[in-house]
């Protein structure tokens, strides 16, 4: 098995706290990695740098072996916009010094008005160039993280709460045609189709995490637990490879929990890769393959289950003695 | 004025006022995005479209300004001009969310006035680009050349089918959604005449029943084109097309308060007799400080007797809103149908009452005589009967309102839609979710815009002249508030909240007739203070609005 996030000597201050300090450790593809700690270890910092939420002050996280920082690099719509508003703001300032500042008439403005949209594009490429080849350049953009199937839950959940359960969910997939403006005026049919589809999966999901029956209930409305399961119905939504669960199960009644293992168990088998945080240790005792534990922003120690529960500086710093 | 002029000219407001509200709607109702500065886009589609359409200009006239492309044909047309004003908008929409967007929702707003400002001042002060600072005239609307239209030829026959169509189509999409509420009445026989047999069983093959209206609105179109010309029966179509639109309206206002018990529609009549009674000591009076004192006191009486009824009474306060509305239809009634009657009948002038009648009764059509004077259609004979410009526009307003609002509604009700009103919520989520929040806060503003700058080519053609009151930052609080009373986040809502804000104007200016010229202006300038207060009392009592935000649940693809 090969580690599918590799986490190099991560930093994180802010103001005089060190929150990360130099965690290093990876995470297998297709397991199961725990991550506890002490209150203030570090653990959803961590989460957030791993996430791309937050821009790290050192080290390095590489997803599939590759930089986090390169696959956060701007969207094609992005710099379609930037690239297009360039062009157009150098275009017509182009277009007017040739028509008023020359003289040169309705062609000659054409053409100077076309020299001038493409310096302008020419301008935005060659300082995208300029950015990414400088040392230490940042890009926080967590979407592009979760498009290429890195995701995560909050620790206080975040729901779309003036949206409805069901909408919440439907929100979620990559790639629905119908999030694009114009095909919602040209292509209504695609659209409809793809969104019928999109309602089973997402009232399948429901049934498992049994909130069917508050489907159109508005989300802000639920309560901590049947949050924590839409969060997590949401993330799963989306069809992710690495899935980063900060305290899926905090607040969620003991049946429930169970099922939720089971659920988590069976998607690693299918090859998933689940990173959790939680403090319940009879969840992550039972459901990890690697522990992590993390104290002052640091890792203590990394290991299977029962090496963890017998290690004495983790007894120390976390379990503490029955 | 007959009650059918009063609603035309209302309608037009109603329908640029809407467009704008709309724009702002999708902004700030479904994205968040609080613009502040949405006026600057009203102002710069307004100065396109008129540029667009004005002759080049003449110094010797005094006239300074760019573009001028009036002589041209095709490109110095209102159609092109306002395309291009509405492209123009949305591009600019785009390139000022560019630095901004990233800005929190109060930063934003400001800097967005601040844009707005800018805007204003520069078209305002630069001489060179739209005649800055005097006023950008010499320009008139479309086709207005044309009218008073006579129907017997072809153009006038085409300009009239236009109106009908859209009268016709307007009025059945409204008559298929009553029909389902109601199966008291013989709607349906109604229906089935006016859609031209195409029914109810038409709707399967054209998609939906407003489908079914667009095409009901088409044949009646080609047949009052036919009638028209063949056989000049103007008089017969306007009654037509005019008696179909009461009874639309008639259905709605009745349907609308069909629920109302007894004792609840006796409350909303004595609310509109109130307030009647309340402006009678202005009429009656030549004091001004007893008439003043009077109606100020009167008014005061009432509006507390509601306080008291709707905060004592329980049944009362679960209509409360309903007694307002219902009041508001039964003075509208007495005061646009009933008082304009009771004065000629007083004098004895039937002919004249009877004139009035008609004349409200068939508002599709104006009515002159060769002399100039009179409406009397005892004298039918010397009556000639016009097709009014404000008809035409009319049609050609609420088309554009009735397009854009589709337009809108397709892109809102979508997972496009459904981005935009997750960002509005929480743009952590959407980020977690692998959507670029970035790219649809640009395409909202951009949208949003363009529907700004459209509105703006309207009230170019509307106003018939721009002034450096055009694009005032008090103009986005308007639409603003329109968002707010009809309910944020909901188009349908923000229609409604046009349609109260200028009846709430009409009802105001009217009010102001009473008083002698020279208060007169005080009294207009005093209603921007009432709005304010009432910007205020929504906020604070209804933060959602009269029919809140919609619950979308994405009706596309259900099954």
């Known amino acids: ?322 | 004025m007959a009650v059918s002029d009063v609603v035309v000219s209302f309608a037009l407001l109603v329908a640029i006022y809407g467009i704008l509200s709309l724009g702002l709607n999708v902004k700030f109702g479904h994205t968040g995005l609080l613009d502040f500065g949405h006026v600057g886009f009203f102002l710069i589609g307004a100065y396109t479209s008129a540029l667009f359409v004005l002759p080049p200009d003449d110094p010797a006239d005094f006239t300074n300004y760019v573009i001028g492309l009036g002589d041209v044909p095709l490109v110095g047309t209102w159609v092109f001009g306002i395309i291009v004003a509405t492209i123009l908008t949305g591009v600019i929409g785009g390139l000022v969310a560019l630095p901004t967007i990233r800005l929190r929702e109060d930063y934003l707003a400001i800097t967005l006035l601040g844009i707005s400002v800018i805007f204003q001042r520069v078209v305002q002060s630069e001489s060179w680009l739209a005649n800055g600072p005097d006023a950008l005239r010499g320009y008139s609307p479309p086709f207005q050349g044309l009218f008073p239209i006579d129907p017997g030829t072809v153009v006038g026959a085409v300009a009239f089918a236009l109106v009908v169509f859209v009268v016709w189509a307007v009025a059945t999409a409204a008559l298929s959604v009553q029909r389902e509420n109601d199966s008291r009445l013989p709607l349906d026989r109604i229906y089935a005449v006016t859609t031209f047999g195409l029914g109810t069983r038409a709707t399967g093959v054209l998609g939906s029943r407003f489908a079914v209206a667009g095409v009901a609105g088409l044949i009646a179109a080609v047949i009052s084109a036919g009638l028209l010309l063949a056989a000049s029966l103007v008089l017969v179509v306007g009654v037509l097309v005019s008696v179909y639109g009461w009874i639309v309206v008639l259905v709605a206002i009745g349907q609308h308060y069909a629920g109302l018990e007894r004792r609840e529609l006796a409350l909303g009549v004595g609310f509109g007799t109130g307030l009647l009674v309340a402006l009678l000591p202005l009429p009656l009076t030549d004091r001004l400080s007893v008439s003043i004192i009077g109606t100020l006191a009167l008014l005061g009486a009432l509006v507390y007797a509601y306080y008291h009824a709707i905060t004592s009474y329980e049944w009362v306060a679960d209509v409360k809103l309903a007694v307002i509305g219902l009041g508001a239809v039964w003075f509208v009634g007495i005061w646009y149908v009933l008082l304009p009657i009771l004065g000629p009948l007083g004098s004895g002038d039937v002919s004249g009452v009877l004139g009035t009648l008609f004349r409200n009764a068939v508002w599709f059509l104006q009515f002159g005589s060769s002399a100039g004077i009179g409406y009397s259609i005892a004298v039918i004979g010397d009556v000639t009967v016009q097709l009014d410009y404000s008809r035409f526009q009319l049609a050609l307003f609420l088309l554009s309102l009735g397009a854009l609002y589709a337009i809108l509604e397709a892109a809102v009700q979508s997972p496009f839609g459904r981005v935009l009103r997750a960002i509005r919520n929480d743009e952590a989520v959407v980020k977690s979710l692998g959507k670029d929040p970035f790219v649809y806060k640009v395409q909202s503003m951009v949208i949003g815009s363009a529907l700004g700058g459209f509105a703006g080519g309207l009230w170019a053609m509307y106003s018939q002249g721009l002034t450096f009151r055009t694009g005032a930052p008090e103009t986005t609080f308007i639409a603003l508030l329109i968002v707010f009373v009809g309910g944020v986040g909901n188009n349908k809502g923000v229609l409604l909240g046009a349609v109260l804000y200028w009846a709430f104007q009409q009802a105001t200016t009217q009010l102001a007739g009473f008083f002698p010229p020279a208060l007169r202006v005080n009294v207009l300038a005093f209603r921007l203070v009432v709005v304010g207060v009432l910007f205020l009392i929504v906020l604070y009592y209804m933060p959602d609005g009269l029919l809140g935000r919609e619950e979308y649940s994405s009706g596309v693809g259900e099954s």
């Open chain 1, 1 to 322: 098995m090969t580690a599918i996030l590799e986490i190099e000597n991560l930093q994180k201050r802010y103001g005089g706290i060190t929150a990360v300090d130099g965690a290093t450790f990876g995470i297998e593809e297709g397991s199961i990695t725990g991550l506890i700690g002490p209150n203030g270890a570090g653990k959803t910092t961590t989460f957030n740098l791993i996430s791309g939420f937050e821009e790290p002050d050192g080290g390095t996280v590489r997803f599939r072996g590759e930089d986090l920082q390169d696959l956060m690099e701007p969207s094609r719509d992005e710099r379609v916009i930037w690239g297009g508003a360039s062009a157009i703001t150098a275009g017509t300032i182009g277009g007017i010094a040739g028509v008023a500042g020359l003289g040169l008439g309705t062609v000659g403005g054409l053409g100077t008005l076309a020299v001038g949209a493409g310096l302008g594009a020419g301008f935005y490429a060659g300082q995208e160039r300029v950015r990414q080849a400088r040392e230490g350049h940042t890009n926080s953009r967590p979407f592009m993280l979760a498009r290429q199937g890195l995701v995560r839950t909050f620790q206080i959940t975040r729901e779309l709460t003036e949206m409805t359960v069901l909408e919440n969910l439907m929100l979620a997939p990559q790639g629905q045609a119908g999030e694009n403006l114009a095909n919602t005026w040209l292509r209504r049919d695609l659209m409809a189709s793809e969104e019928a589809e999109v309602r089973g999966q997402a009232r399948e999901m429901l049934e498992l995490l049994e909130l069917d029956h508050v489907s159109d209930e508005r989300a802000g409305n639920l309560s901590g637990g049947q949050r924590k399961l839409l969060e997590l119905g949401r993330v799963l939504m989306i069809d992710p490879e690495v899935i980063l669960l900060d305290e899926p199960v905090a607040g969620v009644n003991p049946s429930l929990t169970r099922k939720l293992m089971d659920r988590i168990e069976t998607l690693r088998d299918e090859g998933y890769t689940f990173c959790i945080v939680e403090h319940d240790m009879e969840v992550i005792m039972n459901l990890s393959d690697t522990i992590v534990v993390m104290s002052e922003g640091d890792v203590l120690v990394e290991g299977d289950p029962e090496e963890i529960q017998e290690d004495e500086a983790v007894i120390d710093a976390y379990l503490g003695v029955d």
